[in-house]
Nanobody
Framework: QVRLVESGGGLVQAGGSLRPSCAAS????????MDWFRQAPGKEREFVAS????????YYADSVTGRFTISRDNARNTVYLQMNSLKPEDTAVYYC????????????????WGKGTLVTISS
């Protein structure tokens, strides 16, 4: 069992930065690839970024490539999403998710989900 708790969302102006984090419980955090997804009002949840269990491999949605960076600290059981050059269209609830041993961008492959943190970008 893995419990995920996101934090670090907030309200920033366009062009600004935020760094949400996701703290995981359990001793098997390093066995999981970790993902960030987001869901904007009135839209379906979409993939944002993923990182392999050891942090060596990362994958991004086209819409965030070059602006967002996913990373993890297995000693702290935490995954981060550094978000730069934020745009109003990045406004969403951001969720972290864990997938056992598989790097994937598909929400159906996720085994555990957090409850999300709200990110709001003002124009």
């Amino acid at each position: 069992q893995v419990r995920l708790v996101e934090s670090g969302g907030g309200l920033v102006q366009a062009g600004g930065s935020l760094r949400p984090s996701c703290a995981a419980s359990g001793r098997t955090f390093s066995s999981y690839a970790m993902d960030w997804f987001r869901q904007a009002p009135g839209k379906e949840r979409e993939f944002v970024a993923s990182v392999s269990w050891n942090g060596c491999d990362t994958y991004y949605a086209d819409s965030v490539t070059g602006r967002f960076t996913i990373s993890r600290d297995n000693a702290r059981n935490t995954v981060y999403l550094q978000m730069n050059s934020l745009k109003p269209e990045d406004t969403a609830v951001y969720y972290c998710a864990a997938a056992y041993r598989s790097l994937s961008s598909a929400s159906d492959d996720m085994d555990y989900w957090g409850k999300g943190t709200l990110v709001t970008i003002s124009s």
